[in-house]
């Protein structure tokens, strides 16, 4: 298996941020070997190729069957130590938000969540500083009036992926990376493309990840990987041969200049 690997410019000689060796996740699907560095990666995976379960062991949530994940200049991250430092947005199965729900609610349990037990949440989410840092970083503007009167299903669809993503940046504050997953979510393609400018946006401040299964791409994108046949399973346990690991098409991007 061998993966391009250009060096961006602007870089610095800046090492990765994240690695991944030989790995194999809980699905037995395997994957390429991946040096991601700052700014916002756009990592394209076929349908059906465990792409929800890549972005979960990367940001520590699930356990890989073989191969390690590195974070920074670790050889080898802990997935508890990934938890610990890796946001994740856009998996249903841990993020999804009930769409009757006030924004006030929500917001106010995730950040009670976030902080020790003795500790009051404002009513109003706008006094809520890791929520509204969170808000400014997504340029996503949620008022006192806005949460309190409006259910999370009256939000657009960008805003509602917006808004979990605020969550996961509010329950991970000191986050060393921010990971979203299925930015396919948000079926517009206008859409989704306003998402990953404001990614890129928090991508200044935080290394990002994002997934989609759509070839999506924005000028701001430093990095776009192309996961070659993904969905390819390892087979360690029926004793014949096993596939060789999944190849990446890794396309880069310079840096693009500030204006003012």
């Known amino acids: 298996m061998t993966v391009e690997n250009t060096s961006r410019e602007g870089s610095s000689g800046e090492g990765p941020v994240l690695r991944t060796h030989d790995l194999v996740l809980s699905t037995g699907s395997r994957k390429p070997d991946l040096d991601i560095g700052e700014g916002l990666t756009l990592i394209h995976a076929e349908r059906e190729s465990s792409a929800t379960v890549f972005a979960m062991t990367l940001a520590g949530r699930m356990k890989p069957k073989n191969g390690a994940v590195a974070l920074g200049g670790d050889e080898q991250t802990k997935p508890s130590h990934l938890h610990r430092d890796v946001a994740l947005a856009g998996v249903s199965q841990l993020d999804e938000l009930e769409r009757l729900v006030p924004l006030r609610v929500v917001i106010r349990e995730q950040a009670a969540w976030a902080q020790p037990w003795y500790k009051f949440v404002p009513y109003d989410v706008t006094k809520i500083a ?8 997504l340029g996503l503007e949620v008022t006192k009036e806005m949460a309190k009167k409006q259910t999370v299903g009256g939000m657009n669809p960008k805003n509602r992926l917006l808004l979990r993503i605020a969550l996961a940046l509010v329950a991970r504050p000191n986050a060393s990376l921010l990971i979203v997953d299925d930015i396919d979510q ?6 989704r493309h306003e998402v990953l400018e404001r990614l890129a946006r928090v991508s200044r401040e935080i290394p990002v990840i994002a997934f989609s299964a759509n070839p999506d791409s924005i000028p701001e994108c430093r990095e776009v990987i192309h996961l070659a ?4 399973e390892a087979r360690e346990e029926s004793g014949g041969p096993e596939p ?3 190849a990446a098409d890794t396309t880069t991007f310079p840096a693009r200049e500030e204006t003012e």
């Open 244 to 246: 060789a690991p999944a």
């Open 229 to 232: 046949g993904a969905s390819e």
């Open 186 to 191: 948000v079926r517009s393609m206008e859409l």
């Open 130 to 137: 890791s929520f509204r840092w969170a808000c400014d970083l």
